[in-house]
């Protein structure tokens, strides 16, 4: 295990990302290209910054990436990368969504790696990640293009089910995924959501709320 962490470590120090966690996104970029040139990515939970320095590499310079987290990041973006804005903010802050709407009233993806302070109670931790997530899928209501596309980190547990079957309701594909470096005794997993359905609201075609049944089963470990 500790070999699996030392090499992801190392390989974002060779590469210059200020986080392992960049290979997470770059796991689900090469497999599901859906971040694309041109696009504007908002990344919440951005510090360090490899997650948007990464989809600043991706989108090039005709797209753009607004980074928000509690702390401020340092990182600038690479020669023929999107511009990075980065942005102070609690993503609790109702103001947040305004000051956004003012940069870009819509961005194509919404990138959430938000993770919230643990304290060792399992049941605890598991929730506050939960109202982070949910938080982040509330906001693609008002900042998601229509046909945009959401990826979130989640930690699994007994009301994780009920969070995927919010996002399907949302998304015309839902992936659950494991990443190879995410560490196996980690609970997190990433949610990825294909092809907003904007003003669904969270309800399906016939209007009853969706399970997480399918998505559950298609997890890739
Ligand atoms: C795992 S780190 C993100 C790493 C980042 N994706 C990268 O690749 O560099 C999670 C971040 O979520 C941020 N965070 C947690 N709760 C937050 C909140 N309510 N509002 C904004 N950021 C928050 C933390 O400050 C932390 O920097």
């Given at each position: 295990m500790r070999k699996v962490k030392d090499f992801y470590y190392q390989k974002a120090k060779k590469d210059k990302y200020?986080?392992?966690?960049?290979y997470k996104l770059e796991e689900v970029q090469k497999k599901y290209h859906f971040l694309r040139r041109g696009d504007a990515v908002l990344d919440l939970?951005?510090?360090?910054g490899s997650w948007s320095l990464y989809a600043s590499e991706v989108v090039g310079e005709s797209g753009l990436v607004v980074g928000v987290d509690l702390q401020e990041t340092a990182t600038s973006a690479r020669p023929g990368g999107a511009l990075i804005q980065w942005i102070v903010a609690d993503?609790?802050?109702?103001e947040l969504v305004l000051q956004l709407r003012r940069i870009?009233?819509?961005?194509k993806v919404l990138l959430s790696d938000l993770a919230p302070k643990t304290t060792g109670n399992r049941w605890a931790d598991h929730q506050q990640s939960l109202n982070l997530v949910r938080q982040t899928l509330d906001m693609t209501e008002i900042?998601?293009?229509?046909k945009g596309h959401f990826l979130c980190k989640a930690f699994q547990g007994e009301d994780f089910p009920a969070f995927v079957g919010e996002v399907q309701a949302r998304f015309e594909q839902v992936q659950v995924i494991k990443p190879k470096?995410?560490?196996?005794?980690?609970?997190e997993v990433f949610v990825l959501g294909l092809g907003f359905r904007k003003g669904?609201?969270?309800?399906?075609e016939d209007g009853q709320e969706s399970g997480a049944g399918e998505a559950i089963a298609g997890v890739e470990a």
């Open positions: 200020p986080a392992r966690s960049i939970g951005c510090c360090p993503i609790m802050d109702p870009r009233p819509a961005f900042l998601l293009h229509d470096s995410s560490r196996t005794e980690s609970r669904r609201g969270g309800l399906v």
